[in-house]
């Protein structure tokens, strides 16, 4: 039988002889009827088991001699290629006489080699001669060797593998080795070890880490190795080796290890809930191990925190303990996605679309390794998008849990509908090829964005002008509202700040930015006079940029905004091609809802007294506009909560009967004509025509107005 | 379903990366340049915007039945002509201010 000789021990050529004659020495019946489990069992058994038990001693203390002590002392240069650092994990020692193990003549121990034929250089001398000749003896074309290849395409593309080695285990030994554990195929258990350095070494962000970074996990489950036994620890100098250009093993580029200290949160995202899988306990090795090692180690015997996140033990949530938020799902996000009936049931609770060539721990851990990078300082910035996405719905659903009816809908996305060919011809067909070439069936959608240089190319002069203000003004919109983003976020850090002379200056400065904004609109054209905010109002994004600023003004300024869209109702009507008014109509039903009699009268005024078109004419455009109705409507609301309420109205002279006649013509339009259906149709609206109206006049209005809506037009 | 996200976006912006996992749980369909339209229930992965399908389904199996096997797949992003997406499940006007924000980020 071949006997592993001990790394410290030096062998010469002679002894190496008669070492392999012992080996070729070795009883192999001939006859293979003699070959008997139960005769050769008990003395081969503890032959084999004795050897094993020797050669396991003598390569942990190699291996603890010689990458234990000198952690510190040598630096990453010293060519051992990557993939060695299992070999400094003093393997445990291994139970004298494993159950399962099964007798077969001459079995070498066999946990060895996956190492030994990895071995570095300087110790492909000592050891790795007798493992091979016993590796030999067992070989068997259809068994996967341990061999380097290049990585894989699919690694390649990956951000987290870009390993130098493709590793395979020899699952015949494994299988030999370790009838107790699930047995894999392939292993990914080293890609995933040479992953997370890689992950370190290409991330690029030249970030400090901690000293905890060598405590990565990795599933236990198919990584055998030495008869299924954990890993016991990594040498640190094996990281740095593999990625030279660290000038400290320990200084990988991981976007998780930030240069500032870490906050609790931060902190407490990236131990995350490290919680080895139990259902393969370590074995504890037999020899001491140096401090060095103990904080070295990993797998079962692995600290509770870790800035990387391991395989979880709970496989059915497999985001329920990402790091971070910009790789956690949203609560809401979940539960939208645990209320979601499952419509395809294609495959059994069992079935594995991987073939179980990787358990789940270890998919968790690589869909943990690849959202590494994804990890974050500031994930409301980074992770805008999504966060304040499910941050609305879950303000809506609670809006709607509460009972708040809001009739206000998200603005959905809408493409114009172009009929799609079934088929089409294309320009270039290469006989026999197995693709097409890519043909654009698109309508030229980078039309918007390039009008700059589309106009100034083949826009004929006469329209220059024009179309040269529009972009004008979208520019200025634009940069409009990245400025008034900041305000936004302004008024959202509010809530965050904790004392008063912080508010204060967020709270000035987001004013100081507001009238910025205000005044920029209002005179963007400082010789044309009366075209205060006409212009944008004219544009489609201009009236979402009033709409979103409406807020943040003060009551006069919002009041100016609010007689311009009056005055020039019917001009904004005409030219609102892209429907886009109906996004005024919120915050300017807010500004309506604190104006005094007065002001009210005098919107009223800018309304209907416009001379071209005639107060009939525009009425009966704004009753054919689903915004000027609702503004309309809106005001007369007002007008009649106003009357109702008993407050002291304080009005001018001619103010009532301005309203009277404003009464009368709004329900002599109202009931003449046709329609349309209103943002929002207020309840109090019958109650103000009764008041004025004769009951025949008051019944047509109202059968006219729920026609329209197909509500009940109701007297509060 | 399956609801595993994976991605691994390196170059890609942080943009496309937050509006794709918003997707996760929806019905999108990718179109390729080759004509082939893939209906997947829930995932949207990305990697340099490559993209990463499970449990899909062709919508034309008579033009391509050697698909009707195919339950997962990857998709590099260069063959991708487009992605249809679910119009209730896209804001636009917080997809408009995530791209200014993007745009001021790469600008700083």
Known sequence: MCSKRSPNHTMGDSEQQQEAERVCDAPWPENGDDWSDAENETGMDCELLQAMAEEDEDINVYNEETFGMDLDTNGPTDGVPFGEPLLATPPPEPDPKPPSLPSLPSTPPTQKPPFLLRSAPWQRGRGRRGVLDRGRMFEDPAVMRVVEGRPSLMSLDSAIVDCGHALYRNTFQENRMMPAYKKTSVSGSMLQDDAIVCVIGHRGRGQHMNSNFMDVPCPISSYGGRRGVLRGSYSRRYFGQRVPQMHEPMMPRSPIFSRQPLTPRQHFNQMGNFVFPPNHPCHSTAQPLSPKIMQLRFGANSPGHSPFYSPSTNPVEPFSRCPGPVTRLHPQHKRLLSQKPRIFQRKSEGWDPCCNLMTTKEKEWITRLQMIQLQSE????????????????????????????????????????????????????????????????????????????????????????????????????????????????????????????????????????????????????????????????VVSKGKKLLARLLPFLKLDAALTVLHVVTSNLPMLMSRDTEEALPVLYPPLRNVICVLTFNQLITVLKDLTSSESPSTFECLSLACQNKFGLSLLYALLSHGEKLLSSGVPLEPSIGDFETWTDIIFQVAAQLSQCSLVEPLLLPSNLLTLFCRYLDKRTVHQLKSNMESATGFLALPS | CSYTLTLACRCAPQLFYSFFKSLVGKDVVVELKNDLRLVFYGLASTAYLNIKLTDISVTDPEKYPHMLSVKNCFIRGSVVRYVQLPADEVDTQLLQDAARKEAMQQKQ
């Open chain 1, 378 to 537: 500031n994930p409301y910035l980074e992770d805008y998008y999504y966060q304040e996405y499910y941050r609305r719905i879950e303000a809506k659903m609670a809006e709607e849990e509460l009972g708040i009816r809001n009739k206000k809908e998200p603005p959905k996305l809408t493409t114009p509908y172009i009929t799609k060919t079934d088929t089409y011809t294309p320009v270039v067909h290469i006989e026999g090829s197995l693709g097409q070439v890519a043909v654009s069936t698109c309508y030229s959608p980078r039309r918007a964005i390039s009008a700059v240089h589309a106009v100034q190319a083949h826009c004929p002069e006469e329209h220059k002008d024009t179309r040269q203000q529009r972009l004008e003004i979208l520019c200025k919109i634009e940069k409009l509202f990245i400025a008034l983003l900041e305000v936004e976020e302004m008024e959202r850090m509010k809530t965050t700040v904790l004392s008063e002379a912080e508010e204060r200056r967020l709270m000035e400065k987001s004013q100081r930015k507001v009238e910025c904004i205000y005044s920029q609109l209002q005179h963007h054209n400082s010789t044309a006079s009366g075209e205060e905010f006409l212009p944008f109002l």
